[in-house]
């Protein structure tokens, strides 16, 4: 989906915003003697999409998701790098369903949220179910059959969480997701919020099987939550040694001498055509700084080239975390790579090849 960056205020006094977020939004403009407001969530306009028509019981669950900017006004001393900004985008999805579909969507937005943030390295992280603050809206059976959605969903996966009593939207109650970095700081990042509410507020329904109108449930999903934050985080866990995969230079070429620049020319742009970062050092610098400044810049792949690779069409490998891998055909290597790069892997293939050469030179001895 995507999504205009204003709306009348009316839509922010349908959703509730107006009246429960003021304070968290910007002030608003005035367009052609109508009162309009930057937006700081997406999720009005997704019900205004899903109520863009007549729904069947047989169309849920519908997923709809949208990399969103939105606008919060953050008072000035709140501000911290990437971690709190005032204008970022969230990996914002929200799923209608069937109240008998709910547990089994928490669940897979559950699986795929751990999918992905063991992907960057998080393999550690606390659950919070988030219950009904003091200010919200909803009847107590509304916000009692959430919760037991949301309760029933982890206990499914059998995964262990806490309670944050009065931390849940004005909407609905949610599961929020903070992850620990590398010395141990806590980062609230997913969210998975069930809502009743914001249906009921737009008047949304879907036709049952007996040709009744029933509201459809809305869970609302972000798995890196603010892309903006989330970067800060890996930032800082990595402390910029990012893995392969996701580095942004993933190999560096340093030619020994001029005639060998072409030759690394030719490795660089093969390499680009199979999607691998690769990179020619030219630098007037001497070949250790060069070294050096590679190994500063935390590149996770550098290949030391001269007279000898450009005779036998080879690169000498030199990882950042496994140190020299030896020597091995242009094809053969960004084989390798290209699997490290497409699985989030690194270069475990080529260490292993490393050390079967060196078993096999001392059993030789």
Request: with cysteine; net charge negative.
């Amino acid at each position: 989906m995507y999504s205009p960056h204003i709306a009348n205020l009316n839509l922010w006094k349908t959703s509730g915003h107006y009246d429960f977020y003021r304070e968290g939004m910007f002030d608003q403009m005035e367009v052609e003697n109508e009162v309009y407001q930057i937006k700081p969530m997406n999720c009005p306009f997704h019900c205004l999409m899903f109520k863009d028509g007549v729904r069947s019981y047989r169309e849920l669950p519908f997923r709809w998701a949208e990399l969103g900017t939105v606008y919060r006004y953050e008072r000035s001393g709140t501000l911290h790098g990437l971690f709190r900004v005032r204008g970022f985008t969230q990996d914002d999805a929200h799923i209608f369903c069937l109240p008998e579909q709910l547990q089994d969507e928490i669940v897979g937005v559950l699986q795929l949220t751990k999918s992905i943030l063991s992907r960057f390295g998080f393999e550690k992280y606390e659950l919070m179910i988030s219950t009904r603050p003091k200010e919200s809206v909803g009847s107590d059976k509304i916000w009692e059959d959430a919760t037991a959605a949301l309760v029933g969903a982890l206990d499914e996966l059998g995964w262990a969480y806490g309670i944050d009593e009065g931390g849940g939207a004005f909407y609905g109650p949610k599961i929020d997701l903070k992850i620990k970095d590398a010395i141990g700081r806590t980062w609230q990042c997913s969210t998975i919020q069930c809502d009743f509410n914001l249906p009921e507020r737009f008047d949304l329904e879907y036709v049952t099987a007996e040709g009744t109108r029933e509201r459809p449930v809305m869970v609302h999903r972000a798995i890196f939550g603010s892309i903006e934050r989330f970067f800060g985080i890996l930032i800082e866990n990595t402390a910029g040694d990012f893995p392969f995969w996701l580095a942004p230079v993933q190999m560096k070429l340093l030619p020994v001498t001029d005639a060998a620049y072409d030759y690394c020319k030719k490795v660089a742009s093969k390499a680009n055509r199979l999607g691998l970062r690769v990179e020619v050092d030219r630098g007037s610098e001497r070949l250790a700084k060069q070294i050096r400044n590679a190994e500063q810049s935390r590149i996770p792949i550098m290949s030391v080239v001269g007279f000898r690779e450009m005779e036998e069409e080879t690169l000498a490998v030199r990882s950042r975390k496994l140190g020299d891998l030896g020597s091995f055909t242009v094809d053969d290597l960004l084989a390798e790579l290209k699997r490290c790069d497409d699985t989030a892997e690194e270069m475990m293939m080529l260490g292993k090849a490393t050390e079967t050469v060196e078993t096999e030179s001392t059993s030789s001895v």
